[in-house]
């Protein structure tokens, strides 16, 4: 345990830093792993299950980007069959799980190059630069005396009793691996999909709360599944940094269900919802989107259609019925994407 010091900014281009006491003296919890970890793969897995389990305990959101976790590499090499560590150097300024994977590889690569030109490995601190790539020493660290280590007289010592720890342990939230195996029970869902859903709590909880207000939870979970991460990779977010509410997630998916929008609109509105949080109904009724069923309606838009595309009726009528999709695609055309391409394609057959 400790305190934060401060923050430095450091200018990537023009290699100059600043320093924010903002948030100095806030308390930081550090964690030492043993050096058993043997690639980047290692890590990443190592640091992904740890953030989760800090998320799921609620003692930190967990962003890197934002400093609220952060990580130092320490690292070192040896030769194959060798048993004694090597030298080791220390990478900072690692702020997100793909620059710690960068920083592992490029700082291995820079070791094994130093030992086959026969020069030494120096025991330093290093900060990596993640747009060049490269990184640069900062201070050297030959010891832990450098540290210079002594006892706090103002702190006397700690005594944790076995009882204290078996009642913090009763009030232990549900973690990610209890998480899953009930999802699994509870809502009938595949492996994949409950892993995905737990691996963050942010999208476990959004996904508990609408399946608890629809009594949906496979129609939630595919919104999510599919949808939801299509969109924050495509908009580089993390999940953590998803704001719409289970709420206007439901009432997107009930619009659909009773057939008020069809599929195509429901994803124009879910991405309206993604980014702004927007309510469906009133979003579906100030935007014209409406699904059109009514029958008079539908059978004008049809008349139209058939009369227009002779040699593709003629064809249906002859027994490929195949063609009727290009039909349904020239309805759809015509009632600008807010018909049902079900209800459409029943009406087609009968009418032809």
């Known amino acids: ?33 043993e050096p058993d970890m043997r690639s980047a793969k290692e890590v990443i897995a190592y640091l992904e299950k740890l953030r989760t389990i800090i998320q799921y305990l609620g003692a930190s959101d ?3 980007q934002e400093g609220s976790m952060r990580a130092d590499v320490n690292l070192s090499v040896r030769e194959v069959g060798a048993l004694q560590f090597g030298v080791r150097t220390e990478m900072k300024n690692l702020n997100s799980f793909k620059a710690i994977a960068r920083a592992i590889e490029g700082e291995r690569a820079r070791q094994i190059e130093l030992i086959e030109e026969g020069k030494e490995v120096v025991q330093e601190t290093r900060r990596w630069d993640d747009n060049k790539e490269a990184s ?12 210079r280590y002594f006892p706090e007289p103002d702190l006397v010592p700690i ?17 990610r691996s209890e998480k899953l195996e009930r999802y699994k029970k509870e809502y009938d869902i595949p492996q994949y999909d409950a892993e995905i859903l737990t691996n963050s709590k942010h999208v476990a909880d959004l996904f ?6 629809c009594g949906k939870p496979k129609k939630v979970s595919n919104w999510l599944m599919v949808d939801m991460m299509h969109l924050l990779k495509e908009k580089g977010m993390e999940s953590e940094d998803i704001t719409f509410s289970a709420k206007n997630l439901v009432s997107l998916i009930n619009l659909k269900e009773k057939g008020v929008i069809n599929g195509t609109v429901a994803k124009e509105v879910f991405e309206k919802i993604f980014t702004e949080d ?7 009724e100030a935007h014209g989107l409406k699904s059109v069923n ?5 059978e004008e838009v049809l008349k139209k259609v058939i009369a227009n595309d002779p040699a593709t009726v003629e064809a249906y009528r002859a027994g490929k019925e195949k063609v009727l999709g290009a039909l349904v695609g020239h309805a759809m055309k015509e009632t600008k994407g807010k018909a049902n391409p079900a209800l459409l394609k029943e009406k087609l057959k009968e009418m032809l």
């Open 159 to 175: 005594v944790i009793s076995d009882e204290w720890i078996a009642e913090v342990r009763k009030r232990q939230p549900e973690l």
């Open 208 to 213: 508990e709360e609408a399946a608890k207000l």
């Open 1 to 33: 345990m400790e305190e934060d010091a401060g923050k430095l900014i450091h200018d990537e281009w023009t290699d100059t830093s600043l320093v924010d006491y903002n948030r100095s003296g806030v308390p930081l919890v550090e964690i030492v792993s």
């Open 278 to 284: 927007v309510e469906p109904e009133k979003y579906v």
């Open 136 to 147: 640069h020493a900062m201070r050297s660290k030959e010891d832990a005396k450098d540290y």
């Open 62 to 64: 967990c962003k890197l």
């Open 294 to 298: 009514d029958d008079g309606a539908l």
